[in-house]
């Protein structure tokens, strides 16, 4: 026998002595209901395959279910599950007080179902379970053999593990080695905070976090999941995330993702914000990453936005996007806007960019016109040999489509 099940027997001993007393205490005022007279409405519940319908009718039923009668709910369960049945939210709710009644003995069930059932029942199961003992939760995660049931689980351990209340998930955390299983983790984590104590008072909690390796690193990383997770719902309240860490070793980070979140949600209201900004060489970057990220969601808006400018001091890192993208509706206008730039580096490169453009399109034309402007030998150096290459394909597939 595992630690983890003599652990667990112990918890279910006292729950089963919770149990027997609240029904010693209740047996003068009313009778249990009768389980088996409700079996064939549950099984009728269980066929059904509105999910909200299972959940709203299995609920009256689980608050009188004991382990054994549980066990029973149990094999309904099963019966359903090849004809579909048997799953969502009401799975998850048969689950939970399954656990409550009897962890071990539920686990020990759920692990031999079908892949799909198995998967899905054992990410409430642990959940459930680390409500009262996270510890135990932990091994049993470790325990499981199935590698896609591992990955659901564990961001479902580290949930009711702060469910619990119990701070040491944080350090638990911390402790793991970088990686997807922790970032992972970490969102579930930071999204059941903020949703339960606020997110002022999770942002509060990371602060607080050692600064003895190995916390730096991963305090870093939760600020990063934090703002992104809120960029994209609360940007008000992930910017002053950002505002508030302007010299924390991870600021040039936050801002990042700050913004390349936020402008997919509302270009304006995120470029806006970023141009009040201190005109760094890491806002530029940013810049440059969002506009294209923007550009790549809702070109018209990007465009009309940038076409808006009056001053172009300050956004010369996404002259170049806005060049290509213009060129590649209209090139006599991205021409003449690039010409009009009054920084020459900016305009050079939104040159070359519009030359690459055009010799996609008419290659000819396009060369003829890099010598007049002196820019043909500058755009082959940058084209390097393999996008020279590229560009001699389109050409001989246009040579041929036009034979």
Known sequence: MSRFSLIAITGTICLSCLALGHRAGSSGRAPRPDMEAFLPEIERILLTHDRLQQSVGLSPYLGFAMAEEADRMAELFEASFPYGGGGGMGLELFVEHYVATDPVRAYDRIKTWPDDRRGEAMVSLVRAWAR????????????????????????????????????????????????????????????????????????????????????????????????????????????????????????????RRLIVNWVTQDGHAAMAWLLKEPDTKNRQQVMHEAYRRWIMRDRAAALAWMAGIEDYTGVESITDIYATALARSDLKEAIAWAEALEDEAAQREALLDIGEVWRYRDPEAADEWLREVELYDALMEKLGPRRRKAHAAGRVSKRADSD
């Open 132 to 255: 009262i003992d996270p510890r135990t939760a932990e091994e049993v995660v470790r325990e499981l053999k199935d590698q896609r049931d591992r990955k659901q689980a564990f961001p479902a351990l580290i949930v009711g593990w702060a469910e619990s209340g119990d701070p040491e998930v944080w350090r638990y955390l911390a402790r793991m080695g970088v990686g997807f299983e922790r970032e992972q983790a970490t969102v579930a984590l930071l999204r059941q905070q903020m949703l339960t104590e606020g997110v002022e008072a999770t942002i509060r909690t990371i602060d607080e976090l050692s600064d003895e390796p190995p916390f730096p690193v991963f305090k870093s990383q939760s600020l990063r999941t934090a703002v992104g997770i809120l960029a994209r719902s609360d940007p008000v309240a992930a910017s002053a995330i950002v505002q508030a860490h302007r010299d924390h070793e991870a600021a040039d980070n936050l801002l």
